[in-house]
């Protein structure tokens, strides 16, 4: 389980077919970690992919850090894990705040990143997504114990419990997160966001209360197609397969066409 050392923090990664053509970086939720892709999903887009997860700053076991939580500070984060890996240009995939990530990422350096996939992307203007992404951590976690989690690869369930306990206690008390998190309430009217060209898949479980945020980016950005899957914020978790699937198909090369 390597960590990298990045000019201004040190990040786990985990990679998946490194030998891949082709680069998938796959981006997690706040209070989430890598796991949320890397025993499901990844493993699917790595018989297609050089896949590449890792944990953000303060999650999983990456570098505990006070500040930089922000959109920009976290997009240049992945630009040096990049740079680090050598990987000039990427298809990204996030989910919930990490699909901010993945869109900021985008706007900011859109010559970086080929295919574009958003999963569960809050509106931070919204003023219920701070609720939604702290309540639906919490439940992402405990569901994942319960249904998928290998005990043999993670912690027993009740010590992953209170590992991650303890990894929301400090993000909550010691650290700028859900200031930085509010700082970014204008996003979605960025001129940047309306900007994007990437072609862009929004993937949004039918009973998310985030589901109108991806109705608001899909007629923001060109080249978006929004597609609603059984479940909630935590699709992820609950359908996986589905996801997966739902990622393959459009990350999958266009054929060269015929004469």
Do not use: W
Not at 87 to 110: N, T
Not at 159 to 170: A, I, V
Request: glycine share 8%.
């Amino acid at each position: 389980m390597p960590v990298i050392n990045l000019p201004n923090v040190r990040l786990h990664v985990q990679e998946l077919n490194p030998e891949g053509e082709e680069t998938l970086i796959m981006v997690h939720g706040m209070f989430s970690n890598l796991a949320v892709y890397y025993f499901n999903i990844a493993p699917l887009l790595a018989k297609h992919f050089r896949v590449v997860l890792f944990d953000m700053k303060g999650h999983g076991m990456s570098e505990k850090v006070q500040t930089g939580y922000d959109l920009t500070s976290m997009t240049s984060d992945l630009r040096d894990l990049m740079d680090v890996l050598g990987i000039e240009k990427a298809h990204l995939a996030g989910y919930s705040y990490g699909g901010l990530v993945a869109l900021k990422m985008a706007a900011r350096f859109p010559e970086r990143v080929g295919k574009l996939a958003i999963i569960e992307g809050p509106d931070p203007s919204e003023q219920e997504t701070l609720t939604i992404i702290d309540t639906y951590s919490k439940e992402f976690l405990i569901h994942y114990i319960e249904n998928f989690a290998d005990t043999t690869r993670l912690l027993a369930g009740k010590r992953q419990l209170e590992k991650n306990h303890r990894m929301y206690e400090f993000l909550f008390n010691e650290t700028s997160i859900r200031s930085d998190m509010e700082g970014e309430k204008g996003f979605f009217n960025d001129r940047a966001v309306a900007a994007i060209q990437h072609e862009t898949l929004l993937i949004y479980g039918e009973a998310s209360n985030c589901v109108p945020s991806g109705r608001t980016l899909a007629s923001k950005i060109k080249n978006a197609t929004l597609v609603l899957v059984s479940g909630d914020h935590n699709v992820p978790v609950q359908q996986p397969e589905v996801i997966g699937r739902e990622l393959e198909k459009f990350l999958e090369p266009s054929p060269l066409p015929v004469g």
